[in-house]
């Protein structure tokens, strides 16, 4: 593991210490794991993730309708008015 310092406000770092005597977790453990799920939800796939993640997608799929390719911008439309 990497040693870093961080600063927190008087209040935050009282609700960390709460939290931690209360969880039975370390505050660095608390840390740690919110640190993780900001990363989480920061995280983009790049343009060859996207390529690679649609072409993985092409034809897994199966509709009853025919006229997909032609009429998916109707198919839409009627999606989101639902």
Do not use: C, I, N
């Not at 453990?29 to 640190?35: N, P, S, Y």
């Not at 897994?60 to 009429?71: W, Y």
Request: zero cysteines; proline letters at 1%; charged letters at 25%.
């Amino acid at each position: 593991m990497v040693r870093m310092q961080v600063q927190f406000t008087e209040a935050q770092a009282a609700s960390l210490r709460r939290l931690a005597s209360a969880s039975g977790k370390s505050a660095a453990e608390l840390v740690r794991q919110g640190v993780d799920l900001y990363l989480a939800g920061q995280w983009r796939p790049g343009r060859e993730e996207q390529v690679r993640r649609a072409l993985a997608a092409v034809g897994r799929f199966s509709s009853a309708s025919k006229d997909v390719s032609t009429g998916h911008d109707r198919y839409l439309a009627e999606a989101f008015r639902q």
